[in-house]
């Protein structure tokens, strides 16, 4: 079992950084594939970022690529999405998400590839 909680979100101006981390307990997290979504208001949640268990391979939405980095740091047992020349359009709830499954081609965009989900960190970016 594992329980992700989410923070470091907050209200940046346009053009701006914030840095989002993903905490979270029991061991057995540094052996999942892990990902970030997001979901605005009115809108579907949507795949942003994900990370395998080693975390020698990335995976990101064309929306936020060159802008965002997904991390993860084993020994802290924590991940994290460096955000980079925010937009408005970025203003979301941040979701960090964990598989106990190894994940594969299609697979890593999905809500459902993932078995455990954090509560999630408000974004918000002013124009």
């Not at 190894?102 to 960190?121: A, C, E, I, P």
């Amino acid at each position: 079992q594992v329980q992700l909680v989410e923070s470091g979100g907050g209200l940046v101006q346009a053009g701006g950084s914030l840095i989002l981390s993903c905490a979270a307990s029991g061991r057995t997290f540094s052996s999942y594939d892990a990902g970030w979504f997001r979901q605005a208001p009115g809108k579907e949640r949507e795949f942003v970022a994900a990370i395998n268990w080693s975390g020698g391979t990335t995976y990101y939405a064309d929306s936020v690529k060159g802008r965002f980095t997904i991390s993860r740091d084993s020994a802290k047992n924590t991940m994290y999405l460096q955000m980079n020349s925010l937009k408005p359009e970025d203003t979301a709830v941040y979701y960090c998400a964990a598989s106990a499954s190894r994940l594969y081609g299609s697979r890593w965009l999905g809500l459902d590839s993932y078995n455990y989900w954090g509560r999630g960190t408000q974004v918000t970016v002013s124009s």
